[in-house]
């Protein structure tokens, strides 16, 4: 086994050398990990995510760039950073419109990666709410969650319900500043994509059922962009990674990853009035994703419920290439979902 590795090494390495400068950040990430499998075992192989070694080490092949919050050049959105709970290094970016007068809507934002990569500083994830945050004029709040496999579910869930507390106590007079001067929290918005998606349900089912404050702080609305749902037949793969994100705590009929498992009482006290349900067409989680907006219909929640799905695009498409025609037409859809009066 050692032997076939260091051979694939040896492979991948002549590649590098004779493309020379056009070789990629990821052939270098190809590179390292054929090294180390080399010379530690593996023992959970979640490519192209990451892969775990027997000695506890995990390496991630992807979503491990950040970029300094700051004043955004071509859309003029300022960001910066709070550490909101220094014992578990739980922290969020938040964004402010620029030249936007009165109170904006408030968004929630979790971002995607299968639970176990990408952050809130990853670059594509700043440029997305950037550009959001201008198009849709909101104060958002992108959470930095702990992933999985060194913090498995549920600390995802719970760091981003504390975020979400943190977030209702600072709207109040004398706390964040961009929160409490600017934001409307009759209006706040919870969304995310892929396992960010995922997370927005399960808090807005947590808000439904717990309650936010003394005050009654409710969810407007919930966007769930291409969200991560499975069902009870899935491949073994499939089985597998989720075993892997939650430590083996929660089966495919949980409702954490298969909501549809809900009696229709559960749907009914779900924590926010509308929903936004994205689906990119060629999105293998597509007929899990529309099953949800099915069992929500069908319970008797007394919410809305929108359908937007995108022909010919897979999964999370709409992150990268913000121009292209239909990435520009998924945000203005999130856009006019949000700001929506009805």
């Known amino acids: ?21 056009e070789a990629t950040g990821r052939a270098e990430e190809e590179v390292s990990a054929l090294r180390s499998r080399a010379r530690d075992p593996v023992k959970f192989d979640f490519s192209p995510f990451l892969i775990q070694y027997k ?47 009165g109170r904006l809507p408030v968004l929630v934002y979790f971002h995607g990666g299968a639970f176990v990569v990408e952050s809130a500083f990853d670059p594509v994830y700043h440029n997305y709410l950037n550009v959001l945050a201008a198009k849709a004029g909101v104060i958002a709040v992108s959470v930095n969650y702990r992933l999985a496999p060194e913090h498995p ?20 007079l004398g706390g964040d500043p961009w929160l409490s001067k600017r934001g409307n929290m009759s209006r706040l918005f919870v969304a995310g994509d892929s396992a960010g998606g995922n997370i927005a349900h399960n808090l807005a089912m947590r808000v439904g059922h717990q309650g936010l404050d003394a005050g009654g702080t ?73 099953a949800y907006v099915d069992a929500l219909r069908g319970s008797g ?16 498409y709409f992150l990268n290439n913000l121009a ?4 520009a037409m998924h945000m203005a859809t999130l856009a006019a979902f949000i700001n929506c009066t009805t």
Request: with cysteine.
């Open 1 to 21: 086994m050692a032997s076939r590795a260091l051979f694939a090494l040896l492979l991948v390495s002549l590649c590098w050398s004779v493309r020379g400068g």
């Open 55 to 101: 000695s506890g080490r995990v390496q991630r092949l992807m979503g491990t760039r950040v970029v300094a919050a700051s004043v955004d050049a071509p859309t003029r959105v300022a960001s910066r950073d709070v550490v909101v709970d220094h014992g578990t290094g739980l922290a969020v970016r938040l964004y402010r419109p620029s030249h936007r007068g």
């Open 153 to 172: 579910l549920p600390a995802a869930y719970d760091d981003s319900w504390t975020a979400l507390k943190w977030i209702v106590a600072n709207a109040r």
């Open 218 to 290: 409710r969810i407007h609305g919930m966007a769930l962009l291409d969200p991560y749902f499975l069902g009870r037949y899935v491949s073994p793969a499939a089985q597998r990674a989720w075993g892997f994100i939650c430590a083996g705590r929660y089966g495919m009929e949980h409702p954490y990853v298969n909501p549809m498992a809900l009696p229709a009482a559960a749907w009914r006290r779900l924590g926010s009035a509308r929903l936004l349900m994205t689906v990119s067409d060629l999105d293998q989680l597509g007929p899990f994703q529309r």
């Open 301 to 316: 929640w007394p919410g809305q419920a929108q359908l937007y799905v995108t022909p010919g695009e897979g999964h999370c």
């Open 324 to 327: 292209s025609p239909k990435a």
